[in-house]
């Protein structure tokens, strides 16, 4: 069963850091590669990075590198998008997904729920 559980949104200032968590269901885990996506207001949804399942490969929006890494933690089933130097524009809801590639942000397999990142001074 396809499973992701997103946490750690929040209200944060220009320029501070975020750390997003997914913990998937094991089989989500171990099968599907994931990745974050994000929905902002009057705006598309877009991919923000991804991993595959060994950890070896990710990928970045633009707007995300060099600002936001991808990883996993194998003990914990557990997905992270680690966001800094965070701008107004970065605010959304924040999704984790299953991909069916690592750099393929065309049409996710599942979603989780969802977490909300206000960015605002």
């Known amino acids: 069963q396809l499973q992701l559980v997103e946490s750690g949104g929040g209200l944060v200032q220009p320029g501070e850091s975020l750390k997003l968590s997914c913990v998937a269901s094991?089989?989500?885990?171990?099968?599907?590669?994931i990745g974050w996506f994000r929905k902002a207001p009057e705006k598309l949804r877009e991919g923000v990075a991804g991993?595959?399942?060994?950890?070896?490969?990710?990928s970045y929006a633009d707007f995300a590198k060099g600002r936001f890494t991808i990883s996993r933690d194998n003990a914990k089933n557990t997905v992270y998008l680690q966001m800094n130097s965070l701008k107004p524009e970065d605010t959304a809801d924040y999704y984790c997904?299953?991909?069916?590639?690592?750099?393929?942000?065309?049409?996710?397999?599942?979603w989780g729920q969802g977490t909300q990142v206000t960015v605002s001074s």
């Open positions: 997904v299953a991909l069916a590639r690592w750099n393929d942000y065309g049409d996710p397999l599942h």
């Open positions: 094991k089989f989500t885990y171990d099968y599907y590669d």
């Open positions: 991993i595959s399942t060994d950890g070896r490969s990710t």
